[in-house]
């Protein structure tokens, strides 16, 4: 049974950080390529950044950029996404994924606003950025 686990968010002031885990089970984590996407209240999902299956690439949406850090221990089978800077604006319900194209497919549909598809996700954790 393929099973995503996300953990790591919680409530942190503007400018804090949080550190995001995805726990995957039921499958070999090597084989995969992993995502991480948000959704806000009201707001349609944004994918936030992507790790191909090696690790060897990464890539980041526009407002990504120099704030986070998507990185992998396929020995724990866990994705991270480390975020720093932290604004209002990222307060959303992250999700981790496998996506149904590599990496660099899903980042070109993100450049043209399209969204990629996932064959699985998770049930997601909670960031709230808040003073």
């Known amino acids: 049974q393929v099973q995503l686990v996300e953990s790591g968010g919680g409530l942190v002031q503007p400018g804090g950080s949080l550190r995001l885990s995805c726990a995957v089970s039921?499958?070999?984590?090597?084989?995969?390529?992993i995502v991480w996407f948000r959704q806000a209240p009201g707001k349609e999902r944004e994918g936030v950044s992507c790790?191909?299956?090696?690790?060897?690439?990464?890539y980041y949406a526009d407002s990504e950029k120099g704030r986070s850090t998507i990185s992998r221990d396929n020995a724990k089978n866990t994705v991270y996404l480390q975020m720093n800077s932290l604004k209002p604006e990222d307060t959303a319900v992250y999700y981790c994924?496998?996506?149904?194209?590599?990496?660099?497919?899903?980042?070109?549909?993100?450049?043209?606003?399209?969204?990629?598809?996932?064959?699985?996700w998770g049930q997601g954790t909670q960031v709230t950025v808040s003073s």
């Open positions: 994924a496998v996506p149904l194209l590599p990496c660099w497919g899903w980042h070109e549909d993100l450049t043209r606003g399209v969204w990629t598809e996932n064959a699985y």
């Open positions: 790790i191909s299956s090696s690790g060897d690439s990464t």
């Open positions: 039921g499958f070999t984590l090597d084989d995969y390529a």
